[in-house]
């Protein structure tokens, strides 16, 4: 039974009046379609009408789009939708997560480097602020993950670092934030990524922590943010085999399932252990991780009977709602826990008080509102703060800091860029913009061009030395799906462009994402940290190489990467 006074709906008694009616109206169509929350990638009326009104999905996700287009999909959605649409976004780094014109206040990283917990807090105003100017009221943040694990290729700089209190901390404070502006917060994602170096995009990774060690480190981040309010919870394709089997002793290892699919971990854990009354969504059920553990036509409606309440995505749209549909006719969800979960989809509606604005005509946002809040002068200097007290120097060799054209007129930079990918990628064209930086302060720099040959026939050391002041490094690389690792890959031939020349030439490495490569990087003895590639970030990073800004940041993470030769 769904206590839908207590938190976090806190709802009144017209409110729970509203959730029963409209849970007793309901065709069975609509029960199963609000399961569901679908995404959308196009701003086609025909299509999201499609979503709304035959197949009344329960929510959406949007993908950044321009402002008005967003606006646009949002009107279609709730005008076609009886019950009005939870619309959902990844609110992590601001508002940019839903509209191409929002405020970036900065990646995860880079506001936990600040080491102030009111910077989260910021983080959360802004989402909360520009993602309800636009229609959304569901972020999909903040993510509460911890970087234990620097090989991670997914977590990494989408996270608060690898210190369990700060990770804790800050995100108590983006869940105030947002949910200040009617925007529900969803932290993710549980039972944690981070220990493993596998992606749930492509396996079902391992929370690998014993039952006590997650609950001081996890545990605690979870239930303090349940505590304070947090309204869903985002459940991962992870393992957690520890409490799977303290919670049911006699499991085998091979039946040890990932949380969107683990009784034992969504229910039992999250529901009874850490009291979590809220609503729960799977991760994308189009992850590998989800698909492994068994057939899809089970899985679909296992993450209910799970315990999940919410179904994200899906793979075939009219194959997996007849899967769900299947699921609850042949009692794998039962009765009961279909109403549950129905119970606190509605009920999370009626506390973010859609049927009211649905019912007053307010539903739907206005663009002009809109372009007063998206962006807003204030957003922006925060963003510019949060760049400022980010960038972090790691490691620093005597003398080199700051540099002017006067002290090294002659540059030889090395850009290493990752391709443009999709959803998580990096910012396309960065290595170009602070090479041009550079030359617009005043110093002669060339790109590094590698020369074809092997051994006799390489470029000559006189190339280098003697002839450049200073090498530049600019890495752009960061966590993106599919991808198994956030490594270097070198040049050919023989690595052409590993740095080599520290000894002679004074050489920096900046990195404007990934903050482990001094893996790869180890005796670079001048090495920068920025977490992220926006506007402000390059400006900041800029003014702290040429002096006019002290280096503030504090790493989150174990830079070094555990090993002795990169503090060298």
């Known amino acids: 039974m769904v206590d839908l006074k207590a938190k976090p709906f806190y709802l009144s008694d017209e409110d729970i009046a509203w959730v029963n009616d409209t849970l007793a109206g309901m065709t069975e169509e609509e029960k199963i379609g609000q399961l569901f929350c679908l995404i959308g990638y196009s701003s086609d009326h025909d299509y999201l009408k499609r979503l709304a009104d035959t197949y009344k999905a329960g929510g959406l996700m949007c993908r950044p789009m321009p402002m008005e287009e967003t606006i646009r999909s949002v009107a279609t959605l709730q005008t076609y939708s009886r019950i009005p649409m939870l619309i959902a976004a990844n609110l992590e780094k601001g508002g940019s997560g839903i509209v191409e014109e929002g405020t970036t206040i900065g ?73 200040e502006h009617g925007v529900a917060a969803s932290i993710k994602h549980f039972p944690g990524d981070g220990v493993d170096e596998r992606d749930q995009h492509l396996v079902a990774s391992v929370n690998s922590l014993g039952v006590e060690e997650w609950d001081r480190t996890y545990g605690r981040a979870y239930r303090d943010c349940i505590r304070n309010g947090a309204m869903t919870v985002m459940v991962g394709h992870i393992l957690q085999p520890a409490y799977s089997k303290r919670l049911v002793p006699d499991i085998r290892d091979e039946d040890i399932l990932p949380a969107s699919l683990a009784y034992e971990l969504t229910t039992t854990l999250l529901r009874e252990k850490l ?32 315990g999940c309440d919410m179904f994200l995505f899906t793979r075939s749209l009219e194959e997996d709602y007849e899967y769900m549909k299947q699921g609850v006719q042949n009692g794998i969800v039962t009765q009961e826990r279909l109403n ?25 946002p206005s663009l002009e509102k809109a372009k007063t809040i998206v962006g807003a002068k204030e957003h922006r ?27 090294y007129k002659r540059v030889l930079y090395y850009d290493i860029e990752a391709a443009e990918g999709y959803a998580y990628s990096v910012r396309a064209g960065v290595a170009e913009m602070v090479m041009n930086k550079l030359k617009a302060e005043g110093f002669e720099v060339d790109r590094f061009e590698p020369r074809p040959g092997f051994e006799g026939m390489l470029a000559p050391q006189s190339d280098v030395v003697g002839k450049y002041d200073l090498i530049v490094y600019l890495a752009n690389m960061t966590t993106k799906s599919n991808q198994t690792v956030v490594r270097i890959e070198w040049k050919q031939p023989m690595g052409a462009n590993v740095p080599v020349y520290m000894s002679s030439v ?46 503030k940041g504090s790493s989150p993470v174990d830079a070094f990467c555990g090993m002795w030769d990169t503090r060298l």
Request: aromatic letters at 8%.
């Open 107 to 179: 990646s995860v990283m880079q506001v936990a480097a600040t080491d102030d917990d009111d910077m989260a807090y910021k983080l959360g105003v802004v989402c909360g602020r520009e993602g309800s100017a636009v229609g959304a009221n569901w972020s999909f943040a903040p993510i509460i993950d911890i970087d234990y694990n620097f090989r991670n290729p997914i977590t990494n700089t989408r996270t608060f670092g690898s210190d369990p209190n700060r990770v804790r901390r800050m995100g108590v404070q983006y869940v105030k934030g947002v949910q």
């Open 275 to 306: 009291g979590f009354n809220g609503l729960v969504v799977t991760d994308a059920s189009t992850m590998a991780g989800m698909m492994i553990p068994m057939p899809r036509s089970q899985a679909v409606p296992q993450a209910i009977a799970a």
């Open 340 to 364: 549950d979960a129905l119970t606190r989809i509605l009920g999370l509606k009626a506390a973010l008080q859609l049927y009211r604005k649905q019912r007053d005509g307010t539903l739907i």
């Open 381 to 407: 200097e925060w963003s510019k703060e949060c760049a400022d007290k980010a960038v972090t120097l790691v490691k620093e060799e005597a003398g080199v800091l700051p540099i002017t054209p006067e002290k």
């Open 506 to 551: 004074p050489t920096l490495f900046m990195s404007v994402e990934n903050p482990y490569h001094l893996l790869d990087v180890p005796r670079v003895k001048t090495y920068i940290n920025a977490y992220n590639s926006n506007d402000n970030v390059l400006n900041a990073l800029i003014d702290k190489l040429m002096g006019r800004s002290e280096f």
